[in-house]
């Protein structure tokens, strides 16, 4: 397993994979094709999951707006970490805005969802 | 064709832009949301607001060019054209007005969507879009199938309309109300 890096772009926002335990998405996200587009960053934390170390994982989301598919898709990636059998710590950071009200919203409605998920909102 | 009348109608309408053709793609979207991001910093609307604009016309936008590349609608006699319209009313809200050409069977679907969407309150649209999101049902290829929801979730005021052209196929308008909040 590698390091995965994705750089932003105009509708996909800037993903850092890292084997470190650490994971950020930031940036907008709405892609044509959001489940294609996805796909390996969705393989790579599944791939991440069954690896047996000791680190906490720690993934920042900041995401500014986004497509309803990409909403489908956070959640799924949420619910992949629900469901997983990793034994160490996640932390979870959902940064926003201050005055970006509809992010917080969002973050707030995903705490709501995954009761079991450490899910922290964070005021940029 | 006088350009000058299309000058009077989008001055007269209040209209930010538009967009017609069968021309919509994701990069067409892209410049179109960078474009909208210009109009509303230039009016001083709060991130919040702005996100909300955003975020709903990807949605119609996207949701056109996934039913413009249906087979049945490319397949005879009418080209597939869409129309979008971003426009400001008098009193500060943003309208997006869109009218595309969809087949009989997402006639169906969008159609029984938002018969639902239109029977709920704000509380009621949130909990089923929820629990859509979590069912993953009705999920397709493009989108996960709650985009409706999303819009409907996020705006002030939504409206449709059918027109039949033929057996096969429909006008479909859709016509979004999105109050602001304006920074001080």
Known sequence: ?124 | MDIHNIQKMVDEDGIIFLSYGGFLSQELISAMTEALENEVEINGITISSSNVIFSIFIEVSQNMLNYSKNKVINSRDITPTGLIVVSRDEDGSYCIDSQNVVAIEDKEKVEAKLIEIKSLDRDGIKARYKELRRSGKNTHGKGGGIGLYEIAKKCDGIDYEFIKINEDKFYFYLKIKINLKVRK
């Open chain 1, 1 to 124: 397993m590698e390091n995965l890096y994705i750089e932003t772009t105009k509708y996909t926002p800037e993903i850092k994979l890292d084997l470190n335990g650490s994971i950020s998405i930031i940036g907008k996200s709405y892609p044509e094709n959001t489940f294609d587009f996805y796909e390996p960053i969705m393989k790579w934390l599944e791939d991440y999951l069954n690896l047996k170390n000791s680190e906490t994982l720690t993934i920042d989301l900041e995401i500014i707006y986004f497509n309803s598919s990409s909403s489908k898709l956070f959640f799924d990636f949420f619910d992949l970490l629900e469901e997983s059998n990793w034994n160490n710590e996640i932390k979870i950071n959902w940064i926003f805005d201050i005055e970006n009200e509809s992010a917080q919203e969002v973050g707030e409605d995903f705490i709501e969802d995954f009761p079991n998920l450490d899910i922290q909102l964070i005021v940029k």
